[in-house]
């Protein structure tokens, strides 16, 4: 069990809406990840954060934003939803006790219809 | 930019028989490189990982990858399956230290049948 929870862990929701993803760890771990997963791609990087309040973009970023104001929360926005982001996204967490091994949660099931 | 490719989106396989999963990567500097299990409806699960030393690398339930620089490849190999390890299977590399993100490659499907 790597610490990470990741809320909610399945979602429906309405092309056009705001959806907010939850991802809390206890590991204190200074990195934090956002990945969506779907099949054929593996695992793509959306955002990734570096300590609180400092974020950065990564492979498929757009039509999301992240926020991190506390050390243990990271928080993925998809501010108006559609349906080519329907997938399953994964929170991740690294830091100097981990080495240099990204740890995921269990994932989150998000269909927008 | 580092690039991963997992050549098999599938591999079936007997129980018992040996199976290789294979990875190649592209990459201009040194990496670190990973193979990650994923069990159906499940997160992904580190299976085993190369940062240094020795380019044989093994994981606690049998499987085995080994490091090969002058062919950027990280094959995974088991000698005997068993049901259990039916999974999805995912290589992937970073390039330096904790906080560097991972490259997937876009996964095999192991299936083995009884």
């Known amino acids: 069990d790597a610490g990470i929870t990741q809320s909610p862990r399945h979602k429906v929701t309405e092309t056009g809406t705001p959806v907010t993803l939850r991802c809390h760890q206890t590991?204190?771990?200074?990195?934090m990840y956002w990945y969506r997963q779907d099949p054929g791609h593996g695992l793509r990087l959306i955002h990734y954060?570096?300590?609180?309040?400092?974020?950065d973009k990564g492979e498929v970023s757009d039509g999301y934003s992240v926020s991190r104001s506390k050390t243990e929360d990271f928080l993925l926005t998809l501010e108006s939803a559609t349906s080519s982001q329907t997938s399953v996204y994964f929170c991740?967490?690294?830091?100097?006790?981990?080495?240099?091994?990204?740890?995921f949660g269990e994932g989150s099931w998000l269909t927008v219809v | 930019a580092q690039s991963v490719t997992q050549l098999d989106s599938q591999v079936p396989v007997f129980e018992e028989a040996p199976v290789e999963l294979r990875c190649n990567y592209s990459?201009?500097?040194?990496?670190?490189l990973f193979w990650y299990v994923q069990y159906p409806n499940q997160g992904l699960q580190l299976l085993l990982k190369?940062?240094?030393?020795?380019?044989l690398v093994k994981s606690i339930n049998g499987f085995e990858a080994e490091f090969n620089k002058s062919q950027t490849s990280f094959h995974l190999r088991k000698p005997s399956v068993h049901i259990s390890d039916t999974a999805e299977y995912f290589c992937?590399?970073?390039?330096?230290?904790?906080?560097?993100?991972?490259?997937f490659g876009g996964g095999t499907r192991l299936m083995v049948k009884p």
């Open positions: 190369y940062l240094s030393g020795s380019t």
């Open positions: 991740a967490i690294s830091g100097t006790s981990s080495g240099n091994t990204i740890y």
């Open positions: 990459s201009s500097v040194s990496v670190y």
């Open positions: 590991e204190n771990h200074r990195y």
């Open positions: 992937a590399v970073s390039e330096g230290d904790a906080g560097n993100m991972l490259t």
């Open positions: 954060s570096y300590g609180v309040k400092d974020t």
